[in-house]
């Protein structure tokens, strides 16, 4: 469970911080002509790789 709070809180925390480039990575996705759609999913399958890696280590 304490893991699952630290990583609530650095999702948290990293949403606070980048909020404010919110404009630059909308501009940076468009260049790269990736929706935000695509960009919510690919972080999905990324969130839940690194989340795999963490569960191997720990376990």
Known sequence: MKI???YILI????YLI???YKDNIDQMLASVKL???DALWLSYVEGMAVGG???L???
């Open 57 to 59: 280590i720990i376990s």
């Open 35 to 37: 929706s935000t759609f």
């Open 4 to 6: 699952i709070s630290i």
């Open 18 to 20: 980048t909020r404010p």
């Open 11 to 14: 999702a948290g925390c990293l």
């Open 53 to 55: 890696i963490i569960m």
